[in-house]
């Protein structure tokens, strides 16, 4: 009986968990889908500087 209990227990706490994980995922995704994370908007920013100097690189070649 107690054994029961305990599993009984043990699958709440993995439903709350369970729930909650969810709840944070979902967030995550909304605000990377809506450009709100930080880390999105810093790899976004080295993505364009890094975009940039490629285009430069190819507009003014260096003479060899």
Known sequence: ???KRQV?????DYSEKLKAFTKIMLVS???RGAGL???DKESNQENA??????NS??????ES
């Open 1 to 3: 009986m107690e054994a």
């Open 8 to 12: 009984k227990l043990m699958e709440e």
């Open 29 to 31: 995704m909304l605000w």
């Open 37 to 39: 994370l930080e880390s």
């Open 49 to 54: 500087n890094r975009e940039k100097e490629q």
């Open 57 to 62: 690189e190819d507009e003014n070649p260096s």
